[in-house]
């Protein structure tokens, strides 16, 4: 069974950065994606970057283009979100997720959209102050 682990979060001011870490588990040797999406309170999820376990590709939000970076070590089966030049308004709870899928039906990177995703972590809460 896949299991997801975030690590993280924590309290920042405005300007800085944060360093996410999603530890991911039980793939087996299917194809998938990880995706993180955020949750702020009062909010709908937003998803805001993915990256495909084959080729790397990747896909930004453009609430995040520009500020936050996904990457992947794939030895230590993590992915991270680095994530610089906060802002008040990216304080939310932030989620990894993955989506298990033969690689041409994966949604990512054209898409991030909840309901490509099987697994879900636990979240991991970022706040930012101004």
């Known amino acids: 069974e896949v299991q997801l682990v975030e690590s993280g979060g924590g309290l920042v001011q405005a300007g800085g950065s944060l360093r996410l870490s999603c530890t991911a588990s039980g793939f087996g040797g299917d194809d998938f994606a990880i995706g993180w999406f955020r949750q702020a309170p009062g909010k709908l999820r937003e998803g805001i970057s993915c990256i495909t376990s084959t080729d790397g590709t990747i896909y930004y939000a453009d609430s995040v283009k520009g500020r936050f970076t996904i990457s992947s070590d794939k030895a230590k089966n993590t992915v991270y979100l680095q994530m610089n030049n906060l802002k008040p308004e990216d304080t939310a709870v932030y989620y990894c997720?993955?989506?298990?899928?033969?690689?041409?039906?994966?949604?990512?990177?054209?898409?991030?959209?909840?309901?490509?995703?099987?697994?879900w972590g636990q979240g991991t809460q970022v706040t930012v102050s101004s």
């Open positions: 997720a993955a989506e298990v899928k033969m690689f041409s039906l994966l949604g990512c990177p054209i898409r991030i959209e909840e309901y490509d995703y099987d697994y």
